[in-house]
């Protein structure tokens, strides 16, 4: 079975930083975007960050200039460093692998199980 199993969130004062974490274990045979999304209460979940396999980036507009997504191949690691968190950051974050495994030949998504993040003014 393929799993991600997410670390990191919590609670933090508002201006304050968080790392997330999200490790990939299974037959992995390649991973072409790492991502993470968020869903805060009575909205629909939104994409922050992703990465691809090139190492290309993309960002939310909200969050430009404050989060960082980032990979470590070798572990099959995704990480988002926020930093300067807000309230309007509270949220449960997800994170979504998008790969080839030894269950599909073709590039399919998989989900973490979300950690939550509550940012106080």
């Known amino acids: 079975q393929v799993q991600l199993a997410e670390s990191g969130g919590g609670l933090v004062q508002a201006g304050g930083s968080l790392r997330l974490s999200c490790a990939a274990s299974?037959?992995?045979?390649?991973?072409?975007?790492m991502d993470w999304y968020r869903q805060a209460p009575g909205k629909q979940r939104e994409l922050v960050a992703g990465i691809s396999s090139g190492g290309n980036r993309n960002y939310a507009d909200s969050v430009k200039g404050r989060f960082t997504i980032s990979r470590d191949n070798a572990k099959n690691t995704v990480y988002l460093q926020m930093n300067s968190l807000n309230p309007e950051d509270t949220a449960v974050y997800y994170c979504?692998?998008?790969?080839?495994?030894?269950?599909?030949?073709?590039?399919?998504?998989?989900w973490g199980q979300g950690t939550q993040v509550t940012v106080s003014s």
């Open positions: 979504k692998m998008t790969a080839r495994t030894m269950t599909s030949i073709r590039f399919v998504d998989y």
């Open positions: 299974g037959s992995i045979i390649s991973i072409n975007f």
